[in-house]
Structure formats: C-alpha cells, structure tokens
C-alpha cells in the first residue's frame, strides 16, 4: 500500500499570506495525486485533480505541483474562507490513501 | 448538479452489522465511468478508503476490510449501500459517499454520517 506523507500537519498564517504544504508518498506515483479542502462539519471537496490541474470553479489562487514523490499544494494570498484542513490523495494503485491532513489556522 | 446523502443507523452494536445507504440525485449510478465509493474519517486514522463499486457493478474494496466489506448498487438507480459485518469500536467513524470519476478523483461527496459502534 502507498503511504503519503503530509506535512506540516498544522501551521498558521494571516490573511494574504502564502501558504505551502508538501506531501511525499510511499513511492512513484507519477502525477496521480488529488487535493481536497475540509472545513469542520463538512466533506472533502476538490481543489486540485492529476497533481495541478484546478478543478472548475475554484479560485486560482490555489495551485498544486510535483510529480512522482514529491508534490505541493501552495495558497497564494489566503483568504479568510480558506482557514481549513488540506489533504493530499493518491490514486496511481489501490486502496486510495489520503495524507494525514494539514490544519491552516488563523495567525 | 449531483448531490449525495448518506443515511442509517448512528449508532451500531458490537459484532454487529453496519448498514447504509447513500442516495444520488442528480446522476444515475448504473451509467457513466464512475466509482460510487465509501471513505471514512476518524480522528486516529484520518481519511481511510473503504471501497467502491463501477458502474457495471465490480467492486474493489480496501484489504484491511475486505472479508467484512459489501458495496452494493441498488434497483432504483440513484442509491448504492455499505455493509460492514462485524464490527468494533475501530469502525466508529464518520462515513462519506462519493463520487469518483476517471482515475479516482473525487468530485462529490455526500456530507457525512456519524457511525458510533458501542453496546
């Protein structure tokens, strides 16, 4: 099984900061990776599919980079809508595994 | 606009059998290239995949509970279901539905329910 990797798993920052979370995974999964925003209550929703490509409708403020172990999901100018918990998906194998999750709070 | 919701008992029995359903609208879980999935959420485990079922009805499910896991499509078209038999306080969760499309990208949930497995 792949084991991605997240971190850090908790940072804060202020409003129209950049934000930059990383995850690492188990092994080379190409660019078959997927970021997802929680807010408290709610279910994951998607934010970047295939490692960089913004999925419709979401600002493009957020972006996502890497391929094959190591990827980045960046924030650029954070928003007060934007204080959630990110995760990072893998999908090159099954079973599906997600990143522990990084808690973006308020400075 | 697909829209999914989870529904069942909140609170489940040792040993017992965890069953829920999850209704679609907005979509037809017997057409398209899609995976109608189930993932839970603990505060220990974090986001754990649990499985899913194709549109044609073959299933993959997650290893560490494969000889306990169902994911079944329904008659009507627009639900699909989880069992989980024997269960433990391990499979207290939070359980989501979902879509996913193409390689595994999830596009939409259902907003969650709240499984507590205690006697």
């Known amino acids: 099984d792949i084991q991605m990797t997240q971190s850090p798993s908790s940072l804060s920052a202020s409003v129209g900061d950049r934000v930059t979370i990383t995850c690492q995974a188990s092994?080379?999964?190409?660019?078959?990776l997927n970021w997802y925003q929680q807010k408290p209550g709610k279910a994951p929703k998607l934010l970047i599919y295939d490692a960089f490509n913004l999925e419709a409708g979401v600002p493009s403020r957020f972006r996502g980079s890497g391929s094959g172990t190591d990827f980045t999901f960046t924030v650029h100018s954070l928003q007060p809508d934007d204080f959630a918990t990110y995760y990072c998906?893998?999908?090159?194998?099954?079973?599906?595994?997600f990143g522990g999750g990084t808690k973006v709070e308020i400075k | 606009q697909v829209q999914l919701q989870e529904s069942g008992p909140g609170l489940v029995k040792p040993s017992q059998t965890l069953s829920l359903t999850c209704t679609v609208s907005g979509a037809s879980v017997s057409s398209g290239r899609y995976y109608w999935s189930w993932i839970r959420q603990t505060a220990g485990k974090g986001l754990e995949w649990v499985g899913h079922?194709?549109?044609?009805?073959?299933?993959d499910y997650n290893s560490s509970l494969k000889s306990r896991v169902t994911i079944s499509l329904d008659t009507s078209d627009s639900q699909f279901s989880l069992q989980l038999t024997s269960v433990t306080a391990a499979d207290t969760a939070i359980y989501f539905c979902a879509r996913f499309r193409g390689r595994y990208v999830g596009d939409y949930w259902g907003q969650g329910i709240r499984v507590t497995v205690s006697s």
């Open positions: 092994q080379d999964i190409s660019n078959s």
């Open positions: 998906q893998q999908y090159d194998s099954l079973p599906l595994s």
């Open positions: 079922i194709y549109t044609s009805g073959s299933t």
